[in-house]
């Protein structure tokens, strides 16, 4: 059985990777961009794109020659509908794009992050996720990995005693072009515990009532969830993501790169770290994605179990991004996912480019 595949914008992560993230990333994130991880999976065809920039479908066309090219969805469905869509537009119009897609009949989607600027986007986008026999994948890759996976599970399994803190250390960065990365792991370091509120200070923020017009750098952070334990978003740098147990901590390093555990050995009042080994198992990066969208096409019960956890924390994970702007507009402090306003905009547009 062959899947046919499309590309919905076809820039960085629709289809060409820079040199620096190929130069740099560790081997569990590669192929990041939609067009490559499609064309890796044997059971699907790279069969068109979709761009309003010539200059990306002339591109699109020499690096995968017989690849068909549109100017927009309506055209590609007036001669094919893809099974499988990827959807790398930037976010000011990625909600309308999945939109169009699903009422077409596509059903299973790849989408980029952040998922939409609107709360009331994310309301209509609500009934796409939650129908029957509609499958969704996030850019936010990480919890796909193996190390990640491995890392989220030993903090569970009561080695290290119960969790109490999830820690993000991206770096001085803005909500939507990098923490929601952050808030993805977050949610997927909570192993479905409930949130309860966020809390957020940002930098500056360009406001007029509950239109946000850039994209605000997140000074701190914080998502609380109903047994207690936090996760925190701050400034510092080493691309880790950090879970503290009650008696050690179990952590990603470095993007990828390593996983440390520490924990108490003998009498030894101090915790000692150590590396452990990760067994990484092909597919690696978004390919990982296109194969869990592959299977829930075919049916698998697991990758069905799977994706309906994903498509719930996706949603979560952008309702949370607009709590945290909610509480930095209402001064800064803890607010419910119900205290957001239902007309919060964020256009996340900074220096001309959107994110």
């Known amino acids: 059985m062959t899947f046919s595949a499309a590309v919905i914008g076809c820039g960085r992560m629709g289809a060409f990777t820079s040199e620096s993230v190929r130069r740099w990333s560790p081997e569990c ?7 490559e991880a499609l064309d890796a999976h044997p059971e699907v065809k790279l069969a068109a794109a979709v761009d309003q920039s010539s200059d990306a479908l002339r591109r699109m066309a ?10 927009d969805i309506d055209e590609m469905a007036g001669e094919m509908l893809p099974a499988i869509a990827g959807v790398a537009t930037r976010t000011v119009g990625r909600a309308a794009a999945i939109q169009a897609l699903f009422h077409k009949g596509v059903r299973a989607l790849h989408i980029e992050k952040p998922l939409c600027n609107s ?10 996720f939650n129908s029957p026999a509609t499958y969704v994948t996030y850019g936010a890759l990480r919890r796909t ?10 903090a569970e399994s009561g080695r290290l005693g119960p969790l109490r803190e999830i820690r993000v250390n991206f770096g001085a960065a803005p909500l939507y072009w990098t923490q929601a990365h952050a808030i ?5 370091g909570a192993s479905g515990r409930k ?15 509950t239109v946000v017009h850039n994209d605000p750098m997140v000074q701190a952070a914080s998502v609380w969830f109903d047994d207690g334990v936090a996760g925190h978003i701050g400034r510092a740098p080493g691309l880790d993501f950090i879970l503290s147990c009650s008696d050690g901590e179990v952590a990603v390093r470095s993007d990828g790169r390593v996983l440390e555990v520490a924990e108490a050995v003998g009498d030894d009042p101090y915790l000692r770290r150590s590396h452990e080994d990760v067994d990484l198992r092909p597919p690696f990066g978004a390919a990982r994605c296109v194969t869990e969208l592959v299977d829930c096409l075919k049916g698998t019960p697991e990758a069905t179990a799977s994706n309906s956890v994903v498509r719930t924390e996706i949603l979560l994970g952008q309702k949370v991004a607009f709590g945290l702007v909610q509480s930095h507009l209402t001064g800064r402090g803890p607010v419910s996912l119900s205290e957001i306003d239902p007309n919060l905009t964020v256009w996340a547009n900074t220096g001309g480019r959107f994110a």
């Not at 709360?119 to 796409?128: F, K, P, R, Y």
């Not at 993805?184 to 997927?188: A, R």
């Open 195 to 209: 949130v309860t509120e966020v809390q957020a200070s940002l930098g500056h923020v360009e406001a007029e009532g």
């Open 119 to 128: 709360m009331q986007e994310l309301a209509d986008l609500e009934s796409v």
């Open 184 to 188: 993805d792991l977050i949610l997927f």
């Open 29 to 35: 994130w590669l192929p990041v961009s939609h067009a």
């Open 62 to 71: 020499e690096a995968w020659p017989g690849i068909r090219t549109y100017t």
């Open 145 to 154: 990995f193996d190390i990640y996976q491995k890392a989220v599970a030993i």
